[in-house]
C-alpha cells in the first residue's frame, strides 16, 4: 500500500460546479497536510495548509481533514476555467524540518 | 512564503554529458529540497540540502550521479551527470518555509536526454 494514494483523474466538470478531491494516506504520524496546484509547465504552488484535523477555509477552497479516518479533500465551490489544474496532496510528520510525502495529483479539468 | 528562481527552465542533452540546475531563494533558508517528477507520477524526493553539510540523499539516488552544492543560505545547486535518457524528466526544487513542513517551489527545469 502506497503511502499516500490520490485519484490521478482526469475529474471533468461544468464551470460553477463544486469540486472535491481527496486523499487516503497510511501514517498516521502525519500532521500538517497541504494541498498545491500545479499549472502545466509550472511547479507546485502552495494552495491550502492544514495542521491536524479541522476545516480551513479561503476564498472559494476548503480543506478538510478526518485524520481518524486518514483522509482529507479539498472543496472549490462555483469552479472556474482558470482552476484547471493538477492538484497534489502533500503530507508532513512536522518534527522538525521533516520532509514532505506527495500524492500522485489530480487533474481536474472546468470546462467553460 | 519564499520565492524561487530556478534555471536553466529546459534543456535538452546528449547522452553523456552533465547538467547542472541552479536554485536561487529570496531569503535565508536552512533547508532545501530536490526533487523528480516523471509524467504521471507523484514528486520523488532525490535529496534535502542542509547549509554547511553534505546532502542527504533518498533510497535509490546518489551522489556520484546526482551531485548537489549547497554554499549559502540561498542558494543550491543540482547536477545530473553522466546522462541517459532515463533521466529525463523535471527537476525541481523547494524551500522550506519552517519547520512545518510546507515547502515552496521553483518552475522546474524541464530536461530532455537524447
Known sequence: ?112 | SAVISQKPSRDICQRGTSLTIQCQVDSQVTMMFWYRQQPGQSLTLIATANQGSEATYESGFVIDKFPISRPNLTFSTLTVSNMSPEDSSIYLCSAEGGNNGIQYFGAGTRLSVL
Not at chain 1, 502525519?30 to 480551513?56: A, C, D, H, I, V
Not at chain 1, 485524520?67 to 479533500?73: G, V
Request: hydrophobic letters at 30%.
Open chain 1, 1 to 112: 500500500q502506497k503511502e499516500v494514494e490520490q485519484d490521478p483523474g482526469p475529474l471533468s466538470v461544468p464551470e460553477g460546479a463544486i469540486v472535491s478531491l481527496n486523499c487516503t494516506y497510511s501514517n498516521s504520524a502525519f500532521q500538517y497536510f497541504m494541498w498545491y496546484r500545479q499549472y502545466s509547465r509550472k511547479g507546485p504552488e502552495l494552495l491550502m495548509y492544514t495542521y491536524s484535523s479541522g476545516n480551513k477555509e479561503d476564498g472559494r477552497f476548503t480543506a478538510q481533514v478526518d485524520k481518524s479516518s486518514k483522509y482529507i479533500s479539498l472543496f472549490i465551490r462555483d469552479s472556474q476555467p482558470s482552476d484547471s489544474a493538477t492538484y497534489l496532496c502533500a503530507m508532513s510528520e512536522g518534527s522538525g524540518y521533516s520532509t514532505l510525502t506527495f500524492g500522485k495529483g489530480t487533474m481536474l479539468l472546468v470546462s467553460p
